[in-house]
């Protein structure tokens, strides 16, 4: 009788959040917060709606060109933290693997048992129809608020960008437009995040380990 010995490979696995993306989004939301105060800030100094002023305890800033330099402090870390995680997102897959593909009929159903407070969030491994379009939606947001804020602050050097909006003032709005959608945004997804405190814990820690049989072996596994 031969005495076979048997090894087993470890499987590899790795983080549900590996880690550039947990930097990357604490990263982003500290700049947002910043980009938010501040911009608020700006505003007060010449506003678009007569009855709307941000109260001095939520914006960031002692006055009008104080706000701006933080604006364009916030900017740096935005862009730049931004452009990192949009090229991991498509370069890694994952992008491909969590946001797509998303079907009208399923953000249907879905926005209908979110409705009915049916909305199963049990598996933090799968973002459902509605938080696929919440995330795709902010970061098209966040292409858009980029740009409009380049023509707004270099309407000369990038003239013909500042050209496709139209007038200076529209771009104003656009600009605030983004802000509003990213606000509203926010105001779900850290709903959401409250309301699933182990969905909060896994953007901390990373999360549960994923068999890496489904990932690409570009993600980082930690
Ligand atoms: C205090 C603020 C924030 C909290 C508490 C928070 C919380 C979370 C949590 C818990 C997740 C994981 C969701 C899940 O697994 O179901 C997540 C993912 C995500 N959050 Fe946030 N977030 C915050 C700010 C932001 C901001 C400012 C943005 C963008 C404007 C953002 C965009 C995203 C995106 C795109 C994802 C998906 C990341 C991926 O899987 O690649 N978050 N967030």
Redesign the pocket.
């Known amino acids: 009788m031969s005495n076979q010995i048997v090894t087993s490979t470890p499987r590899s696995s790795r983080l549900l959040?590996p880690t550039p993306?947990r930097m990357m989004?604490w990263i982003?939301?500290l700049a947002?917060f910043i980009m938010i105060g501040s911009g608020w800030k700006i505003y007060n100094d010449d506003v678009l709606l007569g009855w709307l002023h941000f109260p001095d305890a939520v914006v960031i800033g002692k006055w009008a060109q104080h706000g701006l330099q933080w604006h364009f402090f916030g900017m740096w870390i935005f862009v730049l933290n931004g452009l990192a995680y949009l090229t991991y997102?498509i370069v890694t897959g994952?992008f491909r693997r969590?946001l797509f593909p998303v079907s009208l009929r399923e953000i249907l159903a879905t926005a209908n048992d979110a409705l009915h407070f049916r909305l199963a969030h049990d598996d933090?491994t799968h973002?459902n129809a509605v938080?696929k379009i919440l995330?795709l939606g902010?970061?098209a947001v966040?292409v858009l608020i980029v740009i409009s804020g380049l023509a707004l602050w270099k309407p000369v050097q990038f003239s013909e960008l500042a050209a496709l909006f139209g007038s200076f003032q529209t771009i104003r709005v656009v600009h605030f437009l983004c802000m509003t959608a990213?606000v509203s945004?926010?105001l779900v997804?850290?709903s959401l995040?409250l309301l699933?405190p182990r969905?909060?814990v896994?953007?901390i820690t990373g999360g549960p380990a994923l068999d890496n049989g489904a990932a690409p072996a570009v993600e980082p596994t930690r």
């Open positions: 959040h993306v989004h982003n939301a947002i997102g994952r969590k933090l973002y938080q995330y902010v970061m966040g990213i945004f926010l997804h850290i995040a699933v969905s909060l896994a953007m």
